[in-house]
């Protein structure tokens, strides 16, 4: 996995809540079996018609956000299915942040292993740089992973948290399974005494 | 003495492997179940990094999402890409040497029917699956929940799963349900309360009178929808009725191993004291028959209401509300019993089991659907096809107008060809009423499986209560 940088840019505002994980990425587009080439379907029912056009008021067809690599959405982004195109999707079309006031709990796990920053913020403040996003080319937001800030364009601060582990693996751009396997030992003594108790597992 | 425990207290730390200075855990699966959707790239990924599955006997897989439904399935999938993520699926199975359930197989079906059906599903255990209805399984007191792609291939190559513990949650269901109220709208109301983000960073336990006087059945359709409430997990301690189910089925202990195991399911209960972070009580005498309006699990009301308007919320659902009812073509007032139904779908891993299609066909028995409805059944898995025959159940369905379809996930997320046209209404027995979900532009109505039957035999969502000839 790429190294998580600092961003900074415009961030594209989408207050709608409750976007869910068919709204991400359809189902048409799951019969994939890789992993690329998804970012074009990002939100393809919002952002195209039924002929396959754009729709020139969906947020990613305007010409400040073609290329917003900050989302600033509604409350519980991603809910829905598991699926792990939706952060693919993001990712493809090249979104590194989401911010808002809450995710969906496999979403917002699915975002780490994909160089993905889902970022947390209490209301008023996902408010503020929602505003801030709607400013389109006029707007800045930066976030710092390292120092686990957002910084609106007119310098206000907002800090955010993160587990310690996702934030570690997401700076090394680690792989999980990599890390688990150094402790492989461990399992196979947890297995051993777990088989043993529970033979019927 | 330890501290006092909740059910779900006590299957994490019996499955606890590891656990870092920073507090990070390895939790022990017991169960990988396995579908051709979320699975092609995590296989690819061990293929890419010479590794293998660590746990093949603990791992099960079957093709649900893309099959048909048709009886004609036996030809080939006829989509390429559907034909693709099958056989992919197939040769994973082969290659690692997983348990395999393939579309020719009589027990093959949804993955969450499936589990449970073949003994796989078992008290206590940890059950994942790259699908968000893998809470399903909660209902035998397991700690099941659904994971990313990443994660199963992570969970496929070490049987463990990076986590954080979650808070519980008790949500008690007093009292019982009154009559034409079934686990669904138990479960649709519990949503209605706490929102689809309620239950984020949360495990519920349900529990209560009503909740131990439904079946097994009705209890994995209770635990099925607890990821539409945000929760990571939904789970029910087992009793006689989870031990009886279990009971003689293919993976399940039997002599001296199920004699261990009863005795260690038996210590599956919340201890008296044990801390719970949030608490939702409901009567089960308050909850009525149900059904969504809306574009969320959580915009559901009792069938005798009506539409309601923006400005009957606050904050951002005013505008979601507004989006929900342009897309659904619906008016604020108008009365839900009133609203008119061209498609009926009864299945999906939330109502496809026996005892949903019992309750269907009870209502359709001696019934027509209406002139021009489009009416499927599609049994949750083979076996429940084959039982609903040999009970006769198939009869009453073909009778009344429906079709009746082999096992697959079909029109609840609608990735093979049975699909909503824009603009098409659906009574749906499934899970999700998103946008879309069942084709683009189709508008889906959430319900029991009696109240999908009503619908059909109607034209238009039905109070099953009054419903002519309803028990």
């Known amino acids: ?201 | 003495m330890s501290a006092p425990k909740t059910i779900y207290d006590k299957i994490w730390d019996a499955h606890l492997a590891h656990e870092a200075d920073d507090g990070t855990c390895l939790l022990y699966i017991d169960r990988h179940l396995v579908h051709e959707v979320t699975s092609p790239q995590a296989f690819e990924g061990l293929r890419m990094s010479g590794r293998t599955v660590r746990a093949p006997e603990k791992t099960i897989a079957v093709p649900d999402h893309n099959v048909p439904t048709t009886l004609d399935r036996v030809n080939g999938i006829e989509n390429e890409e559907s034909r693709i993520q099958v056989e992919a699926l197939d040769k994973n199975a082969k290659d690692f040497g997983i348990h395999y359930y393939p579309v020719s197989d009589v027990r093959q079906g949804i993955v969450h029917i499936v589990g449970p059906e073949q003994g796989w599903t078992l008290p206590g255990m940890t059950v994942v699956c790259g699908d968000s209805h893998t809470a399903t399984h909660g209902a035998f007191g397991a700690l099941a929940h659904g994971i990313g792609t990443s994660e199963v291939e992570h969970v496929l190559a070490t049987q463990t799963l990076i986590q954080k513990k979650s808070k519980n949650m008790k949500v008690e269901i007093t009292g019982s349900l009154r009559p034409g109220v079934t686990a669904k709208d138990i479960t649709m109301t519990i949503i209605g309360e706490t929102g689809t983000a309620g239950g984020t960073g949360y495990v519920i336990e349900y529990c209560g009178q009503a909740i131990e006087e439904l079946s097994m059945e009705g209890r994995m359709t209770v635990c099925n929808m607890a990821i539409e409430g945000g929760a990571r997990a939904g789970l029910i301690a087992p009793d006689q009725k989870t031990y009886d189910y279990v009971k003689g089925r293919p993976h399940a202990p039997s002599d001296a191993d199920w004699d261990k195991a009863m005795t260690y399911w038996k210590t599956l209960f919340t201890d008296e004291g044990a801390h719970f972070d949030m608490v939702i009580t409901l009567k089960g005498e308050d909850i009525a028959p149900s059904v969504t309006w809306g574009t969320s699990p959580e915009d559901v009301l009792p069938i005798d209401a009506i539409v309601p308007a923006p400005s009957d919320f606050e904050g951002g659902k005013v505008d979601a509300v507004a989006r929900s009812l342009e897309y659904m073509g619906l008016e604020a007032g108008q009365k839900l019993t009133d609203v008119a139904i061209d498609t009926v779908f009864i299945g999906s891993c939330t109502n496809g089991r026996i005892e949903d299609l019992r309750a269907a066909a009870a209502v359709l028995k001696g019934h027509k659907i209406k002139d021009g409805m489009r009416a499927m059944v599609v049994p949750g898995s083979g076996l429940v096809r084959a039982q609903a025959e040999e009970e006769g159940l198939a009869n009453i369905f073909i009778e009344a107008g429906f079709e009746w379809r082999m096992a697959g996930c079909s029109m609840c997320l609608a990735m093979n060809p049975d699909q909503l046209a824009p603009g098409e209404r659906c009574a749906a027995t499934s899970n999700r009423n998103f946008e879309g979900r069942q084709g683009r532009g189709g508008r889906t109505h959430l319900l029991s499986p009696a109240m999908a039957a009503a619908a059909a035999v109607t034209g238009h969502l039905t109070d099953i209560r009054t419903f002519e000839g309803a028990a």
């Open chain 1, 1 to 201: 996995m790429e190294k998580f940088e600092n961003v900074s840019g415009v961030a594209a505002p989408m207050p709608l809540i409750n976007i869910d994980t068919d709204m991400i990425i359809p189902k048409q587009f799951l019969k994939t079996i890789k992993r690329s080439g998804l970012g074009v379907n990002l939100f393809d029912e919002m952002r195209y018609d039924d002929d396959g056009n754009e729709i020139a008021d969906f947020v990613l067809n305007q010409p400040a956000y073609r290329n917003a690599e900050i989302i600033v959405a509604g409350d519980n982004f991603g809910c829905g299915s598991s699926r792990e195109h939706a952060p693919w999707a993001l990712r493809d079309f090249g979104v590194k942040v989401v911010i808002s006031t809450s995710f969906a709990d496999i979403f917002y796990n699915n975002c780490f292993k994909n160089g993905i920053l889902p970022v947390v913020l209490p209301k008023e403040a996902v408010d503020a740089l929602m505003d801030d996003a709607g400013k389109g080319e006029n707007a800045r937001i930066a976030v710092d992973l390292n120092n686990q800030t957002v910084s609106a364009t007119d310098g206000t601060v907002f800090g955010f948290e993160v587990d310690a582990f996702k934030k570690h693996c997401l700076l090394n751009g680690l792989d999980d399974i990599g890390l688990t396997m150094q402790k492989v030992d461990a399992i196979d003594r947890f297995e051993e005494k777990y088989t043993e108790t529970m033979p019927w597992v």
